[in-house]
């Protein structure tokens, strides 16, 4: 059973930075897709990153294309989201998810939630003076 923990979430100030890991266990194969998925207070779970494990190909929502960066250890079946220059908008909970990308089209839908059955608790990132 694929389970999947996120770490690294806290309280940083406006234009400060964090990484967030997702170590990831149960993996049937080397061939998954790891996404981040963003949830602000009163809204819904958007596709923020995502990450091919075997290739290492990543896909960014345009909010933080520039800012964050998505990364994968298989050593350590840990995925990572660094963060930079944060803002308040980017305040929420910040889940993992991940699933078998199969077909030539999965990854480009990447940012639906729908498409990610394995997801973790998720944890909190708060941006604020």
């Known amino acids: 059973q694929v389970q999947l923990v996120e770490s690294g979430g806290g309280l940083v100030q406006p234009g400060g930075s964090l990484r967030l890991s997702c170590e990831a266990s149960?993996?049937?194969?080397?061939?998954?897709?790891i996404a981040w998925f963003h949830q602000a207070p009163g809204k819904e779970r958007e596709g923020v990153s995502c990450?091919?494990?075997?290739?290492?190909?990543?896909y960014y929502a345009d909010s933080v294309k520039g800012r964050f960066t998505v990364s994968y250890d298989n050593a350590k079946n840990t995925a990572y989201l660094q963060m930079n220059s944060l803002s308040p908008e980017d305040t929420g909970r910040y889940f993992c998810?991940?699933?078998?990308?199969?077909?030539?089209?999965?990854?480009?839908?990447?940012?639906?939630?729908?498409?990610?059955?394995?997801w973790g608790q998720g944890t909190q990132v708060t941006v604020s003076s």
């Open positions: 149960g993996f049937a194969s080397d061939h998954y897709a």
């Open positions: 990450i091919s494990t075997t290739y290492g190909t990543t």
């Open positions: 998810a991940a699933d078998r990308p199969l077909g030539t089209t999965w990854f480009s839908r990447w940012i639906y939630e729908a498409n990610y059955y394995y």
